[in-house]
Each structure stands twice: as C-alpha cells, then as structure tokens.
C-alpha cells in the first residue's frame, strides 16, 4: 500500500520550532517531488514548500520565506519541513503530497498536481 504518513506536529508557543517528517511507505520517494501544503479552519488548502527530485531545489511561499526549510534524505525516504519563528498564523493541519516527476528542476504549488496525500499533522502556534 502507497502511503504517506507526516508526523511532529504538535502545539508550540510563538517564536519556537517544529520539524515536521514525511515518510514513504510502499514507493520510494527518488522520482517524486514533495510538497507541503497547509489548512486552516475556514481556508483552503495553500502551498507552503516543495522540493523537486535530483536536484533538491526548494521553493516556499512568501509567508514562509526565511522561516520554513524543507529538505528530502532520499535514504530515508523522508521529507523533513524545519519551521522557525512560529507564527498564530501558521497554525493549521499540514500535509505532505507528491507527485512523479523525476529530474525536474521546479515544483508546483498545483494541488491537482499531487497524487499523494498523508493524513495531516495538526500544528497549533499559541501562548
């Protein structure tokens, strides 16, 4: 079975950091771009980062920038997202998702885009 499962979301005070994993279970993760994506009560699902295949370029979107890194460890079949400077906004479920494309030099933000979806870890930014 081809699955995705995130995991180290958790409730974190403003200002603080979590890093968030995305394991592959059932398919290895080589040909694949990653994306993260988040959701918000009331919101839609957005872009957050994604990582293309070969070479690993990363791309964030503009409310992360700075703050949010993500990276792959292809041994591992792992996609990691280091989040720094927590925000309240940045409270939301996030999922990662993939779609094949191997030696691609950019990712999309398309959600229509990504085959793949993990279950979502909740992450809360609160005093």
């Known amino acids: 079975q081809l699955q995705l499962v995130e995991s180290g979301g958790g409730l974190v005070q403003p200002g603080g950091s979590l890093r968030l994993s995305c394991a592959a279970s059932?398919?290895?993760?080589?040909?694949?771009?990653i994306g993260w994506f988040r959701q918000a009560p009331g919101k839609e699902r957005e872009g957050v980062s994604c990582?293309?295949?070969?070479?690993?370029?990363?791309f964030h979107a503009d409310s992360v920038k700075g703050r949010f890194t993500i990276s792959r460890d292809n041994a591992k079949n792992t996609v990691y997202l280091q989040m720094n400077s927590l925000k309240p906004e940045d409270t939301a479920v996030y999922y990662c998702?993939?779609?094949?494309?191997?030696?691609?030099?950019?990712?999309?933000?398309?959600?229509?885009?990504?085959?793949?979806w993990g279950q979502g870890t909740q992450v809360t930014v609160s005093s």
């Open positions: 998702a993939a779609y094949w494309q191997p030696s691609s030099g950019i990712c999309l933000f398309n959600k229509g885009r990504y085959g793949f």
């Open positions: 059932g398919f290895n993760l080589d040909g694949y771009v």
């Open positions: 990582i293309t295949t070969s070479a690993g370029n990363a």
